[in-house]
Protein backbone atom coordinates (compact mmCIF):
# COMPACT_ATOMS: atom_id res chain seq x y z
CA UNK A 1 0.00 0.00 0.00
CA UNK A 2 0.92 3.69 -0.57
CA UNK A 3 1.75 4.73 3.16
CA UNK A 4 2.77 8.32 2.20
CA UNK A 5 -0.01 9.42 -0.05
CA UNK A 6 1.11 11.40 -3.62
CA UNK A 7 -1.32 14.26 -2.87
CA UNK A 8 -0.25 17.59 -4.27
CA UNK A 9 -1.82 20.87 -4.51
CA UNK A 10 -1.37 22.94 -7.45
CA UNK A 11 -1.91 26.21 -5.21
CA UNK A 12 0.74 24.74 -2.89
CA UNK A 13 3.29 23.73 -6.04
CA UNK A 14 2.31 27.24 -7.60
CA UNK A 15 2.85 29.06 -4.03
CA UNK A 16 6.30 27.66 -3.50
CA UNK A 17 7.57 28.42 -6.68
CA UNK A 18 6.65 32.19 -6.16
CA UNK A 19 7.88 32.18 -2.76
CA UNK A 20 10.96 30.52 -4.03
CA UNK A 21 11.60 32.58 -6.84
CA UNK A 22 11.09 36.28 -5.55
CA UNK A 23 13.87 35.08 -2.20
CA UNK A 24 15.85 34.47 -5.54
CA UNK A 25 15.59 38.10 -6.90
CA UNK A 26 15.03 40.22 -4.01
CA UNK A 27 16.79 41.13 -0.81
CA UNK A 28 13.67 40.64 1.08
CA UNK A 29 11.42 37.40 1.58
CA UNK A 30 7.57 38.29 0.68
CA UNK A 31 6.18 38.57 3.77
CA UNK A 32 3.71 35.66 5.01
CA UNK A 33 1.58 35.46 7.81
CA UNK A 34 2.19 32.94 10.49
CA UNK A 35 -2.01 31.90 11.82
CA UNK A 36 -2.21 29.87 14.73
CA UNK A 37 -2.97 26.25 13.06
CA UNK A 38 -5.93 24.85 12.85
CA UNK A 39 -7.42 28.34 13.88
CA UNK A 40 -7.55 29.72 10.08
CA UNK A 41 -11.29 30.71 9.58
CA UNK A 42 -14.39 29.05 10.90
CA UNK A 43 -15.50 25.35 8.90
CA UNK A 44 -17.60 26.80 6.46
CA UNK A 45 -21.33 26.13 6.35
CA UNK A 46 -22.15 23.36 2.80
CA UNK A 47 -25.87 23.88 2.03
CA UNK A 48 -26.53 20.92 -0.47
CA UNK A 49 -29.27 23.30 -1.60
CA UNK A 50 -27.72 26.31 -2.34
CA UNK A 51 -26.37 27.40 -5.96
CA UNK A 52 -22.70 28.17 -4.76
CA UNK A 53 -22.85 24.32 -4.36
CA UNK A 54 -24.94 22.71 -7.31
CA UNK A 55 -22.19 24.98 -9.27
CA UNK A 56 -19.48 23.56 -7.27
CA UNK A 57 -20.90 19.67 -8.04
CA UNK A 58 -21.31 20.65 -11.89
CA UNK A 59 -17.99 21.90 -11.80
CA UNK A 60 -16.14 18.69 -10.39
CA UNK A 61 -18.32 16.22 -11.95
CA UNK A 62 -16.88 18.11 -15.13
CA UNK A 63 -13.61 17.22 -14.18
CA UNK A 64 -13.89 13.67 -13.47
CA UNK A 65 -15.91 13.53 -16.86
CA UNK A 66 -12.92 14.56 -18.73
CA UNK A 67 -10.43 12.45 -16.56
CA UNK A 68 -12.93 9.40 -17.68
CA UNK A 69 -12.86 10.69 -21.21
CA UNK A 70 -8.94 11.25 -21.72
CA UNK A 71 -7.65 8.88 -19.12
CA UNK A 72 -5.16 11.42 -18.05
CA UNK A 73 -4.86 14.73 -15.70
CA UNK A 74 -2.76 17.38 -17.12
CA UNK A 75 -1.13 18.00 -13.59
CA UNK A 76 -1.22 14.66 -11.57
CA UNK A 77 -1.22 11.90 -14.38
CA UNK A 78 -2.57 9.32 -15.99
CA UNK A 79 -5.60 6.53 -15.39
CA UNK A 80 -7.19 3.42 -16.36
CA UNK A 81 -10.78 4.47 -16.77
CA UNK A 82 -11.46 0.92 -18.86
CA UNK A 83 -10.28 -1.14 -15.51
CA UNK A 84 -10.81 0.61 -13.10
CA UNK A 85 -14.01 1.25 -10.73
CA UNK A 86 -14.47 3.62 -8.43
CA UNK A 87 -16.90 5.55 -6.22
CA UNK A 88 -16.27 9.03 -4.93
CA UNK A 89 -18.19 11.45 -2.35
CA UNK A 90 -17.84 14.02 0.03
CA UNK A 91 -19.66 15.12 2.88
CA UNK A 92 -20.13 17.72 6.02
CA UNK A 93 -21.08 18.19 9.12
CA UNK A 94 -23.94 19.92 8.12
CA UNK A 95 -27.43 20.08 10.31
CA UNK A 96 -28.62 17.34 7.38
CA UNK A 97 -27.26 14.10 10.23
CA UNK A 98 -25.33 11.73 9.76
CA UNK A 99 -28.25 9.68 7.59
CA UNK A 100 -27.46 12.30 4.59
CA UNK A 101 -23.89 13.87 4.88
CA UNK A 102 -22.79 13.35 1.01
CA UNK A 103 -22.96 16.76 -0.69
CA UNK A 104 -21.12 15.17 -3.90
CA UNK A 105 -21.02 11.99 -5.43
CA UNK A 106 -19.56 10.35 -8.73
CA UNK A 107 -19.24 6.88 -9.78
CA UNK A 108 -17.98 5.23 -12.71
CA UNK A 109 -17.71 1.35 -14.08
CA UNK A 110 -15.44 0.33 -15.84
CA UNK A 111 -16.17 -1.54 -19.20
CA UNK A 112 -13.66 -4.35 -18.09
CA UNK A 113 -15.37 -5.14 -15.36
CA UNK A 114 -18.34 -6.44 -17.44
CA UNK A 115 -20.57 -5.36 -14.46
CA UNK A 116 -24.21 -6.37 -14.21
CA UNK A 117 -25.02 -3.42 -12.01
CA UNK A 118 -23.59 0.29 -12.46
CA UNK A 119 -21.27 1.31 -9.31
CA UNK A 120 -22.79 3.51 -7.06
CA UNK A 121 -23.26 4.86 -3.47
CA UNK A 122 -24.04 1.37 -2.18
CA UNK A 123 -21.94 -0.65 -4.17
CA UNK A 124 -20.00 -3.05 -1.37
CA UNK A 125 -16.43 -2.99 -1.79
CA UNK A 126 -13.21 -4.27 0.63
CA UNK A 127 -11.75 -1.61 2.14
CA UNK A 128 -8.36 -3.48 3.22
CA UNK A 129 -6.28 -1.42 5.48
CA UNK A 130 -8.91 0.97 6.18
CA UNK A 131 -10.44 -1.36 8.11
CA UNK A 132 -7.93 -0.12 10.96
CA UNK A 133 -9.63 3.01 11.42
CA UNK A 134 -12.79 0.60 12.37
CA UNK A 135 -10.52 -0.81 15.10
CA UNK A 136 -9.15 2.13 16.84
CA UNK A 137 -12.76 3.56 16.34
CA UNK A 138 -14.16 0.74 18.11
CA UNK A 139 -11.70 0.92 20.61
CA UNK A 140 -12.22 4.41 21.67
CA UNK A 141 -16.05 4.06 21.87
CA UNK A 142 -16.03 0.84 23.86
CA UNK A 143 -12.85 2.33 26.09
CA UNK A 144 -12.07 5.76 25.23
CA UNK A 145 -8.08 7.15 24.85
CA UNK A 146 -7.56 6.75 28.40
CA UNK A 147 -5.41 3.30 27.53
CA UNK A 148 -3.16 4.64 25.18
CA UNK A 149 -0.32 4.59 27.39
CA UNK A 150 -1.04 0.77 28.77
CA UNK A 151 0.93 -2.19 27.77
CA UNK A 152 -0.94 -4.63 24.91
CA UNK A 153 -0.32 -6.94 27.96
CA UNK A 154 -2.56 -5.97 30.35
CA UNK A 155 -5.57 -7.25 27.57
CA UNK A 156 -3.67 -10.16 26.42
CA UNK A 157 -0.65 -11.54 28.94
CA UNK A 158 -0.15 -14.17 27.19
CA UNK A 159 2.18 -12.66 24.61
CA UNK A 160 4.27 -12.96 27.33
CA UNK A 161 4.44 -16.54 28.01
CA UNK A 162 3.55 -17.44 24.49
CA UNK A 163 5.89 -20.66 23.40
CA UNK A 164 6.47 -19.91 19.99
CA UNK A 165 7.45 -22.39 17.50
CA UNK A 166 8.45 -26.01 18.46
CA UNK A 167 9.82 -27.23 15.12
CA UNK A 168 13.22 -29.21 16.14
CA UNK A 169 14.23 -26.68 12.83
CA UNK A 170 13.65 -24.01 14.13
CA UNK A 171 16.29 -21.11 15.12
CA UNK A 172 15.72 -19.15 18.54
CA UNK A 173 15.24 -15.37 17.43
CA UNK A 174 17.82 -13.39 18.87
CA UNK A 175 15.73 -10.59 18.94
CA UNK A 176 12.29 -10.46 20.39
CA UNK A 177 9.75 -8.08 21.21
CA UNK A 178 9.43 -6.25 24.66
CA UNK A 179 6.04 -6.78 24.97
CA UNK A 180 5.82 -4.75 27.96
CA UNK A 181 6.56 -1.78 26.29
CA UNK A 182 3.90 -2.13 23.41
CA UNK A 183 1.63 0.37 24.01
CA UNK A 184 -2.20 0.62 22.96
CA UNK A 185 -1.25 4.04 21.64
CA UNK A 186 1.72 2.52 19.70
CA UNK A 187 -0.10 -0.64 17.88
CA UNK A 188 -3.08 1.93 17.09
CA UNK A 189 -0.21 4.48 15.34
CA UNK A 190 2.02 1.66 13.53
CA UNK A 191 4.48 2.97 16.57
CA UNK A 192 4.82 -0.90 18.05
CA UNK A 193 7.54 -1.98 15.92
CA UNK A 194 6.09 -5.04 15.34
CA UNK A 195 6.15 -6.99 11.89
CA UNK A 196 3.66 -6.64 9.08
CA UNK A 197 2.00 -9.93 8.94
CA UNK A 198 1.55 -12.72 11.10
CA UNK A 199 0.35 -15.46 8.34
CA UNK A 200 -1.34 -16.77 11.55
CA UNK A 201 -4.71 -15.36 10.25
CA UNK A 202 -7.73 -15.62 7.26
CA UNK A 203 -9.31 -13.29 5.63
CA UNK A 204 -12.76 -14.66 6.06
CA UNK A 205 -12.45 -16.07 9.90
CA UNK A 206 -11.94 -14.23 13.24
CA UNK A 207 -8.29 -15.02 14.04
CA UNK A 208 -7.71 -17.53 17.08
CA UNK A 209 -6.38 -15.84 19.52
CA UNK A 210 -3.81 -18.78 20.83
CA UNK A 211 -2.75 -19.49 17.13
CA UNK A 212 -1.90 -16.14 16.57
CA UNK A 213 0.06 -14.95 19.92
CA UNK A 214 1.78 -18.16 20.00
CA UNK A 215 2.99 -17.49 16.20
CA UNK A 216 3.44 -14.13 16.11
CA UNK A 217 4.82 -13.39 19.83
CA UNK A 218 8.25 -14.83 18.78
CA UNK A 219 8.19 -13.05 15.55
CA UNK A 220 11.53 -10.83 15.77
CA UNK A 221 10.81 -6.99 15.92
CA UNK A 222 11.42 -4.63 13.11
CA UNK A 223 12.53 -1.79 15.44
CA UNK A 224 11.98 -0.84 19.13
CA UNK A 225 8.71 0.21 20.20
CA UNK A 226 7.85 4.21 20.11
CA UNK A 227 10.98 4.56 17.55
CA UNK A 228 10.09 4.93 14.10
CA UNK A 229 6.17 4.52 11.92
CA UNK A 230 6.10 0.60 10.96
CA UNK A 231 3.66 -0.29 9.10
CA UNK A 232 2.11 -3.67 10.62
CA UNK A 233 -1.40 -5.10 9.84
CA UNK A 234 -0.41 -7.70 12.59
CA UNK A 235 -0.51 -4.94 15.50
CA UNK A 236 -4.32 -4.69 14.66
CA UNK A 237 -5.03 -7.87 15.07
CA UNK A 238 -3.49 -7.34 18.46
CA UNK A 239 -5.86 -4.75 19.22
CA UNK A 240 -8.80 -6.57 17.83
CA UNK A 241 -8.08 -9.44 20.41
CA UNK A 242 -7.69 -6.83 23.30
CA UNK A 243 -11.01 -4.60 22.34
CA UNK A 244 -13.01 -8.16 22.70
CA UNK A 245 -12.11 -7.74 26.44
CA UNK A 246 -15.16 -7.70 28.56
CA UNK A 247 -14.11 -4.96 30.36
CA UNK A 248 -14.82 -1.56 30.16
CA UNK A 249 -17.73 1.04 29.98
CA UNK A 250 -19.38 -1.06 27.49
CA UNK A 251 -20.84 -2.15 25.33
CA UNK A 252 -21.51 -5.00 27.84
CA UNK A 253 -21.28 -8.56 26.53
CA UNK A 254 -19.82 -7.98 23.23
CA UNK A 255 -16.87 -10.21 23.53
CA UNK A 256 -16.10 -10.73 20.03
CA UNK A 257 -14.53 -8.15 17.42
CA UNK A 258 -17.46 -8.56 14.98
CA UNK A 259 -19.91 -7.66 18.24
CA UNK A 260 -17.68 -5.21 19.44
CA UNK A 261 -18.10 -3.46 15.81
CA UNK A 262 -21.84 -3.73 15.53
CA UNK A 263 -22.59 -2.77 18.82
CA UNK A 264 -19.81 0.07 18.87
CA UNK A 265 -20.00 1.67 15.29
CA UNK A 266 -22.35 -0.31 12.60
CA UNK A 267 -25.26 -0.18 14.63
CA UNK A 268 -25.43 3.12 15.97
CA UNK A 269 -24.37 4.52 12.29
CA UNK A 270 -26.62 2.93 10.20
CA UNK A 271 -24.07 1.46 8.18
CA UNK A 272 -25.90 -1.33 6.81
CA UNK A 273 -23.92 -2.26 3.99
CA UNK A 274 -20.97 -2.77 6.32
CA UNK A 275 -20.03 -6.31 7.41
CA UNK A 276 -16.83 -8.27 7.70
CA UNK A 277 -15.68 -10.90 4.88
CA UNK A 278 -16.77 -14.17 5.64
CA UNK A 279 -19.51 -13.08 7.60
CA UNK A 280 -22.53 -15.25 7.02
CA UNK A 281 -25.22 -13.27 6.04
CA UNK A 282 -22.36 -11.41 3.17
CA UNK A 283 -23.52 -13.02 -0.60
CA UNK A 284 -20.26 -12.44 -2.75
CA UNK A 285 -22.30 -11.72 -5.47
CA UNK A 286 -23.26 -8.58 -4.16
CA UNK A 287 -19.55 -7.38 -3.68
CA UNK A 288 -18.40 -5.21 -6.89
CA UNK A 289 -15.83 -7.39 -8.70
CA UNK A 290 -16.24 -10.76 -7.22
CA UNK A 291 -14.94 -10.50 -3.96
CA UNK A 292 -12.03 -11.41 -1.66
CA UNK A 293 -10.44 -14.76 -1.28
CA UNK A 294 -11.64 -14.69 2.04
CA UNK A 295 -9.30 -18.08 2.87
CA UNK A 296 -6.28 -15.88 1.76
CA UNK A 297 -3.73 -14.84 4.71
CA UNK A 298 -4.78 -11.79 6.59
CA UNK A 299 -5.55 -10.43 9.68
CA UNK A 300 -9.56 -10.05 9.96
CA UNK A 301 -9.24 -6.26 12.54
CA UNK A 302 -6.60 -5.00 9.85
CA UNK A 303 -7.81 -6.00 6.32
CA UNK A 304 -11.54 -7.69 6.38
CA UNK A 305 -14.57 -5.38 6.60
CA UNK A 306 -16.54 -4.44 3.51
CA UNK A 307 -18.34 -1.26 3.05
CA UNK A 308 -19.36 1.32 0.45
CA UNK A 309 -19.17 4.96 0.19
CA UNK A 310 -22.62 5.89 1.83
CA UNK A 311 -21.33 4.16 4.88
CA UNK A 312 -17.89 5.35 4.87
CA UNK A 313 -19.37 9.12 4.53
CA UNK A 314 -21.72 7.86 7.89
CA UNK A 315 -18.65 7.31 9.37
CA UNK A 316 -16.48 10.25 8.30
CA UNK A 317 -19.46 12.51 9.41
CA UNK A 318 -19.66 10.95 13.08
CA UNK A 319 -16.02 10.90 13.56
CA UNK A 320 -15.83 14.81 12.66
CA UNK A 321 -19.03 15.36 14.71
CA UNK A 322 -18.29 13.79 17.79
CA UNK A 323 -21.25 12.06 17.49
CA UNK A 324 -20.29 8.37 19.09
CA UNK A 325 -16.73 10.23 21.30
CA UNK A 326 -16.71 13.26 23.69
CA UNK A 327 -15.25 16.34 21.82
CA UNK A 328 -12.25 16.52 23.97
CA UNK A 329 -11.51 12.36 22.66
CA UNK A 330 -11.66 13.55 19.18
CA UNK A 331 -9.80 16.45 19.51
CA UNK A 332 -6.88 14.27 20.83
CA UNK A 333 -7.15 11.48 17.96
CA UNK A 334 -7.01 14.40 15.68
CA UNK A 335 -3.24 14.69 16.83
CA UNK A 336 -0.22 13.54 15.34
CA UNK A 337 1.64 10.49 17.11
CA UNK A 338 4.87 10.57 15.17
CA UNK A 339 6.56 11.78 12.38
CA UNK A 340 7.80 10.58 9.14
CA UNK A 341 11.14 11.39 6.91
CA UNK A 342 8.56 13.59 4.65
CA UNK A 343 8.09 16.70 6.34
CA UNK A 344 4.20 16.52 4.22
CA UNK A 345 3.59 13.41 6.55
CA UNK A 346 2.79 12.48 9.97
CA UNK A 347 1.24 9.46 11.62
CA UNK A 348 -1.65 9.24 13.50
CA UNK A 349 -4.03 6.55 15.21
CA UNK A 350 -4.05 5.31 12.61
CA UNK A 351 -4.21 8.13 10.68
CA UNK A 352 -1.49 8.92 7.55
CA UNK A 353 -1.85 12.62 7.90
CA UNK A 354 -1.14 14.69 4.98
CA UNK A 355 0.26 18.23 5.63
CA UNK A 356 -1.75 20.04 2.80
CA UNK A 357 -1.58 23.75 1.88
CA UNK A 358 -5.28 24.66 0.86
CA UNK A 359 -4.31 28.75 -0.09
CA UNK A 360 -2.62 30.44 -2.57
CA UNK A 361 -0.87 32.63 0.07
CA UNK A 362 3.29 32.60 -0.07
CA UNK A 363 4.20 29.90 1.43
CA UNK A 364 0.58 28.86 2.16
CA UNK A 365 -0.72 27.80 5.84
CA UNK A 366 -0.60 24.40 6.65
CA UNK A 367 -3.78 22.36 7.23
CA UNK A 368 -3.51 18.61 8.20
CA UNK A 369 -6.03 15.68 6.19
CA UNK A 370 -6.73 12.86 8.43
CA UNK A 371 -6.33 9.99 6.03
CA UNK A 372 -6.48 6.38 5.82
CA UNK A 373 -5.99 4.35 2.70
CA UNK A 374 -6.41 0.42 2.26
CA UNK A 375 -5.35 -2.27 -0.19
CA UNK A 376 -5.74 -5.67 -0.66
CA UNK A 377 -5.91 -7.84 -4.00
CA UNK A 378 -7.58 -5.91 -6.71
CA UNK A 379 -9.30 -3.48 -4.54
CA UNK A 380 -8.29 0.00 -3.12
CA UNK A 381 -9.73 2.67 -0.64
CA UNK A 382 -9.15 6.20 0.60
CA UNK A 383 -11.02 8.00 3.57
CA UNK A 384 -9.87 11.61 4.27
CA UNK A 385 -11.30 14.11 7.09
CA UNK A 386 -10.57 17.89 7.09
CA UNK A 387 -11.18 18.88 10.83
CA UNK A 388 -10.41 22.24 9.88
CA UNK A 389 -13.12 22.49 7.19
CA UNK A 390 -15.69 19.90 8.66
CA UNK A 391 -15.20 18.23 5.40
CA UNK A 392 -14.04 14.52 4.16
CA UNK A 393 -14.26 12.45 1.11
CA UNK A 394 -14.28 8.55 0.67
CA UNK A 395 -12.92 6.85 -2.64
CA UNK A 396 -13.67 3.03 -3.37
CA UNK A 397 -11.96 1.74 -6.43
CA UNK A 398 -11.39 -1.74 -8.15
CA UNK A 399 -8.96 -2.99 -11.12
CA UNK A 400 -10.52 -5.12 -13.24
CA UNK A 401 -7.11 -6.43 -15.29
CA UNK A 402 -5.35 -9.19 -14.79
CA UNK A 403 -2.77 -9.17 -12.32
CA UNK A 404 -4.51 -8.85 -8.90
CA UNK A 405 -3.41 -5.21 -8.38
CA UNK A 406 -4.64 -2.81 -6.31
CA UNK A 407 -6.29 0.17 -8.15
CA UNK A 408 -4.05 3.16 -8.17
CA UNK A 409 -5.71 6.12 -6.67
CA UNK A 410 -2.96 8.21 -6.60
CA UNK A 411 -4.82 10.73 -9.22
CA UNK A 412 -7.92 10.30 -7.71
CA UNK A 413 -6.98 11.23 -4.51
CA UNK A 414 -4.87 14.49 -6.06
CA UNK A 415 -8.05 15.27 -7.57
CA UNK A 416 -10.20 15.72 -4.57
CA UNK A 417 -7.68 17.01 -2.30
CA UNK A 418 -7.49 19.73 -5.01
CA UNK A 419 -11.25 21.02 -4.15
CA UNK A 420 -10.33 20.96 -1.05
CA UNK A 421 -8.84 24.40 -1.66
CA UNK A 422 -12.20 25.44 -3.05
CA UNK A 423 -13.65 24.47 0.68
CA UNK A 424 -10.83 26.54 2.35
CA UNK A 425 -11.89 29.86 -0.32
CA UNK A 426 -15.62 29.30 0.72
CA UNK A 427 -14.80 29.13 4.32
CA UNK A 428 -12.81 32.16 4.09
CA UNK A 429 -16.08 33.99 2.46
CA UNK A 430 -17.90 32.73 5.03
CA UNK A 431 -16.14 34.53 7.45
CA UNK A 432 -16.59 37.57 6.20
CA UNK A 433 -20.13 37.25 5.69
CA UNK A 434 -20.48 36.46 9.31
CA UNK A 435 -17.79 38.40 10.89
CA UNK A 436 -16.49 40.81 8.91
CA UNK A 437 -17.48 44.91 8.60
CA UNK A 438 -17.71 47.91 11.12
CA UNK A 439 -18.84 47.70 14.80
CA UNK A 440 -18.96 50.82 16.95
CA UNK A 441 -20.31 52.29 20.25
CA UNK A 442 -19.43 55.06 22.95
CA UNK A 443 -17.50 53.52 26.14
CA UNK A 444 -16.52 57.03 28.44
CA UNK A 445 -18.81 59.55 26.44
CA UNK A 446 -16.14 58.52 23.42
CA UNK A 447 -16.76 56.94 20.12
CA UNK A 448 -14.94 53.85 20.02
CA UNK A 449 -15.62 51.29 16.44
CA UNK A 450 -13.12 48.35 14.83
CA UNK A 451 -13.16 46.89 11.63
CA UNK A 452 -12.82 43.36 10.38
CA UNK A 453 -12.00 41.94 7.21
CA UNK A 454 -10.18 39.37 5.16
CA UNK A 455 -6.91 39.31 3.30
CA UNK A 456 -5.52 37.82 0.20
CA UNK A 457 -2.55 37.18 1.80
CA UNK A 458 -3.70 34.87 4.70
CA UNK A 459 -6.28 33.92 6.97
CA UNK A 460 -7.88 34.87 9.85
CA UNK A 461 -9.25 38.50 10.49
CA UNK A 462 -7.67 41.90 9.95
CA UNK A 463 -8.27 44.27 12.38
CA UNK A 464 -7.58 47.28 9.68
CA UNK A 465 -8.74 49.86 12.33
CA UNK A 466 -9.67 49.74 16.43
CA UNK A 467 -10.23 53.23 17.98
CA UNK A 468 -10.96 53.04 21.79
CA UNK A 469 -11.23 56.01 24.22
CA UNK A 470 -10.28 57.95 20.99
CA UNK A 471 -7.02 56.13 21.16
CA UNK A 472 -5.61 53.98 17.60
CA UNK A 473 -5.01 50.64 19.35
CA UNK A 474 -3.22 49.81 16.16
CA UNK A 475 -0.51 52.73 17.27
CA UNK A 476 -0.20 51.38 21.10
CA UNK A 477 -0.40 47.58 20.33
CA UNK A 478 2.16 48.05 17.74
CA UNK A 479 4.42 50.39 20.52
CA UNK A 480 3.92 47.84 22.85
CA UNK A 481 5.04 45.27 20.76
CA UNK A 482 7.94 47.33 19.34
CA UNK A 483 6.78 47.54 16.11
CA UNK A 484 6.35 50.53 13.49
CA UNK A 485 2.47 50.78 13.24
CA UNK A 486 2.94 50.88 9.25
CA UNK A 487 4.18 46.98 9.58
CA UNK A 488 2.10 45.66 12.16
CA UNK A 489 -0.09 43.17 10.84
CA UNK A 490 -2.46 42.80 13.42
CA UNK A 491 -5.12 39.51 13.06
CA UNK A 492 -7.62 37.80 15.31
CA UNK A 493 -8.17 33.95 14.38
CA UNK A 494 -11.18 31.63 15.70
CA UNK A 495 -10.70 29.44 19.07
CA UNK A 496 -13.78 28.79 20.77
CA UNK A 497 -17.71 28.49 19.55
CA UNK A 498 -19.96 28.42 23.01
CA UNK A 499 -23.33 29.64 24.35
CA UNK A 500 -23.74 32.46 21.19
CA UNK A 501 -20.50 33.22 21.57
CA UNK A 502 -17.33 33.31 19.35
CA UNK A 503 -13.69 33.94 20.94
CA UNK A 504 -11.09 34.78 18.45
CA UNK A 505 -7.68 35.28 19.91
CA UNK A 506 -5.37 38.10 18.88
CA UNK A 507 -1.98 37.74 16.81
CA UNK A 508 0.82 40.62 16.64
CA UNK A 509 3.15 39.96 13.71
CA UNK A 510 5.88 42.51 12.36
CA UNK A 511 5.92 42.42 8.16
CA UNK A 512 9.65 43.73 8.28
CA UNK A 513 10.90 41.43 10.65
CA UNK A 514 14.38 39.91 10.34
CA UNK A 515 13.93 36.64 8.70
CA UNK A 516 16.31 33.10 9.58
CA UNK A 517 18.45 32.26 6.22
CA UNK A 518 15.43 33.42 3.91
CA UNK A 519 12.56 32.27 5.34
CA UNK A 520 10.05 33.68 7.82
CA UNK A 521 10.04 31.61 11.21
CA UNK A 522 6.39 31.05 12.26
CA UNK A 523 6.11 31.08 16.12
CA UNK A 524 3.03 32.65 16.70
CA UNK A 525 1.91 30.37 19.25
CA UNK A 526 4.96 31.12 21.30
CA UNK A 527 3.89 35.07 21.46
CA UNK A 528 -0.20 34.49 22.06
CA UNK A 529 -1.06 37.07 24.81
CA UNK A 530 2.54 37.85 25.21
CA UNK A 531 2.07 41.89 25.38
CA UNK A 532 0.00 41.13 29.20
CA UNK A 533 -2.29 43.35 30.70
CA UNK A 534 -4.26 45.70 28.76
CA UNK A 535 -3.11 44.60 25.53
CA UNK A 536 -6.06 43.48 23.09
CA UNK A 537 -5.43 39.79 23.55
CA UNK A 538 -9.33 38.43 22.83
CA UNK A 539 -12.21 39.69 20.94
CA UNK A 540 -15.43 37.96 21.24
CA UNK A 541 -18.49 38.27 19.04
CA UNK A 542 -22.06 38.21 19.97
CA UNK A 543 -23.79 35.86 17.89
CA UNK A 544 -27.60 35.79 16.34
CA UNK A 545 -29.71 32.60 15.29
CA UNK A 546 -27.72 32.24 11.97
CA UNK A 547 -24.40 32.65 13.96
CA UNK A 548 -24.08 36.08 12.56
CA UNK A 549 -22.20 38.79 14.86
CA UNK A 550 -23.88 41.26 15.58
CA UNK A 551 -21.30 42.35 17.86
CA UNK A 552 -18.17 42.36 19.66
CA UNK A 553 -16.35 42.86 22.89
CA UNK A 554 -12.76 43.76 23.69
CA UNK A 555 -12.73 41.83 27.60
CA UNK A 556 -9.57 43.21 28.66
CA UNK A 557 -10.70 47.11 28.11
CA UNK A 558 -14.03 46.28 28.96
CA UNK A 559 -15.73 47.43 25.38
CA UNK A 560 -18.71 46.54 23.58
CA UNK A 561 -19.60 47.77 20.14
CA UNK A 562 -22.82 46.60 17.63
CA UNK A 563 -22.36 45.45 14.51
CA UNK A 564 -23.28 49.08 12.11
CA UNK A 565 -21.99 47.95 8.75
CA UNK A 566 -21.18 45.14 6.82
CA UNK A 567 -18.10 45.16 4.92
Known sequence: MSFSPRITSLLAV???????????????????????????????????????????????????????????????????PNTTSFSVVLFSTADDGHDDPIFFDYHHTAPAAKAKKNVGLDTVFPIGSLTQLFTVYAWLAKFGDKEWD??????????????????KDDVKNEFTVPWSDVTIGALASHMAGVARDSNACQLGKACDKKHFVDTFAQVPPVSLPDMTPIFSNAGFQLLALAVETPNGPGPKGATSYDEVLRKTILGPLNMTHTRLAGDKGVDSSTIFGGGLNTSAPGEQGSLSILSTTSDLARLGHS???????????????????????????????????????????????????????????SYSSYLGLSPDLSVGFAILAHDSSLGNKPADLNVYADVVAETLA??????????????????????????????????ADGPGLVVS??????????????????????????????????????????????KNAPVDAGTPTCITWMTVGQLGGGAVD??????????VATGVSIPSRGITMTMDKKA
Open 14 to 80: GSFLTFFLACQAADQPVYQPCPLIRAYYPAPTIDKSSDLIKSFSQNFSAVFDNLIKTGNHEIYGEIT
Open 150 to 167: TPITKFIPELLNAKGPTS
Open 319 to 377: ILSSSLLPPATTRRWFTPAASTSNLRNSVGRPWEIYHASFSSASPSPIADIFLKSGEVA
Open 422 to 455: DIFGLAARGAMARFGGSFSGVANNMNTSVEFEIS
Open 465 to 510: NMVIDGKDVRAEMANQAGIETKNLDFRVYPAIEAAGKYQFVAVYQD
Open 538 to 547: RVVFELDKDG
